[in-house]
Nanobody, 123 residues
Framework: VQLQASGGGLVQAGGSLRLSCAAS????????AGWFRQAPGKEREFVAA????????KYADSVKGRFTISRDNAKNTVYLQMNSLKPEDTAVYYC?????????????????WGQGTQVTVSS
C-alpha cells in the first residue's frame, strides 16, 4: 500500500491543522494506521495510532487532549486533527500502516510509510 501525507504548513501557536494520509494500491481498511513525527536532530517519535476498524486509538502523552486521530475507510484516508499547537510540535509528520493484532507505538512495527509533511508552529 502506498501512503501520501498532506496538510502540513505554517501555523501560529494555538492554531490548528488537519493532516491527511491517503492510501492507494490497496485498501487501507485492513490496516492499523499511525502518525509519527521527527524534529531536526531528534529521533522519530510516536504521535497517535488507530485500529483498522477505528474502534481503538492510542496517543503519545505529549499530544493527548490536543490531537485526534480518525479514519474514513470509504475514502481510504486517515486523519490527524491537531489543535492547540505548540512550537514543540514542529516536525515532519509521517503516516504509517501495519497489519497486526494490536495497536503499536513503535516505528519498527509499521510496514508502510508515507513521505512526510512539514508542520511548523511559530511562537
Amino acid at each position: 500500500v502506498q501512503l501520501q501525507a498532506s496538510g502540513g504548513g505554517l501555523v501560529q501557536a494555538g492554531g490548528s491543522l488537519r493532516l491527511s494520509c491517503a492510501a492507494s494500491g490497496r485498501t487501507l481498511s485492513s490496516y492499523d494506521a499511525g502518525w509519527f513525527r521527527q524534529a531536526p536532530g531528534k529521533e522519530r517519535e510516536f504521535v497517535a495510532a488507530i485500529s483498522w476498524t477505528g474502534g481503538m486509538t492510542k496517543y503519545a502523552d505529549s499530544v493527548k487532549g490536543r490531537f485526534t486521530i480518525s479514519r474514513d475507510n470509504a475514502k481510504n484516508t486517515v486523519y490527524l486533527q491537531m489543535n492547540s499547537l505548540k512550537p514543540e510540535d514542529t516536525a515532519v509528520y509521517y503516516c504509517a500502516a501495519r497489519s497486526g493484532q494490536r495497536l503499536e507505538q513503535y516505528a519498527w512495527a509499521y510496514d508502510y510509510w508515507g513521505q512526510g509533511t512539514q508542520v511548523t508552529v511559530s511562537s
